[in-house]
């Protein structure tokens, strides 16, 4: 899989794709990376990206041109509306669709991911609508561009590149992944629903807690269930926190069910 950030501050990258699994996801050649400056897709003398919104409004937007040639440059099409079978350019945007893990399972599916990083006030809706397969927010709140965001995409889906994690369950396990494969150990036989997983199943939840030595701390102790040696106990235990967590946390998420 190949990642190709287009940002008017390529330095930015320099750290969040040096470290952690980014980085030996790169060195194992599960993804490439590639930086693209937007300054070098315009035509001026000044180099400009940006301009003053029709109509008026504080702020500049960045310009349709550059954005446009960049894409067209690096996807190696003719134009926006010929983007490869198997790409994706995804434009990172306050306005843009919340950014959830069913999201990043579908991104890493694919060959190949153009981040557009946003900047200033916006970006020429022409971008949205006409060259954007993907308009994507990380949440209800505003950043001053698309750089961080775009780290974040990436990251995430880098997570789900087979053989990133290096342990593939580790992905099943995760706040966000799907409630039916959350705790069962390899090999054991798949037991009954738990009560309220048929509503459940298909729907992100929060991860369950974890402990980990000492057994005891400050007064504090592991659960007993986790030190039982019980799969199914522990199956089921872990279910039921999981789902409590998320009731605490973050209760929209089960909305709609029992």
């Not at 945007?93 to 990083?117: M, P, T, W, Y």
């Not at 590149?161 to 706040?175: I, K, M, Q, R, Y």
């Amino acid at each position: 899989m190949r990642f190709d950030i287009i940002t008017i501050f390529t330095e930015f990258f320099a750290g969040p794709l040096d470290y952690g699994i980014v980085r030996r996801a790169r060195e194992a050649k599960l993804i490439e990376t590639r930086v693209h400056d937007l300054r070098d897709f315009t035509h001026d003398r000044h180099r400009t990206v940006d301009d003053r919104p029709f109509g008026g409004g504080e702020g500049m937007v960045l310009k349709p041109e550059p954005l446009f040639a960049s894409v067209e440059s690096v996807l190696g099409c003719a134009s926006a509306s010929t983007v490869p079978e198997g790409a994706a350019v995804v434009l990172l945007s306050a306005a843009g669709k919340l950014f959830r893990q069913d999201a990043a399972r579908r991104l890493a599916k694919l060959e190949r991911i153009v981040l557009l990083c946003g900047r200033y006030e916006g970006v020429d809706e022409r971008v949205a609508e006409n060259l954007a397969t993907d308009e994507i927010s990380i949440g209800d709140f505003v950043l001053s561009g698309g750089e961080l965001a775009a780290a974040m995409v990436l990251d995430a889906v880098t997570r789900l590149v087979p053989g990133a994690l290096g342990n593939e369950d580790s992905a099943v396990n995760e706040s966000f992944s799907e409630l039916e494969g959350s705790a069962a150990p390899k090999g054991a036989q798949q037991a009954a629903p738990l009560p309220t997983a048929s509503d459940h199943a298909r729907r992100g939840i929060l991860d369950y807690p974890h402990y980990t030595r000492p057994p005891s701390f400050r007064g504090w102790d592991v659960p007993e269930v986790l030190l039982s040696g019980n799969h199914e106990e522990i199956r089921r235990w872990r279910h039921m926190k999981a789902i409590e967590k998320t009731l605490r946390n973050r209760p929209e998420l089960l909305q709609g069910t029992d």
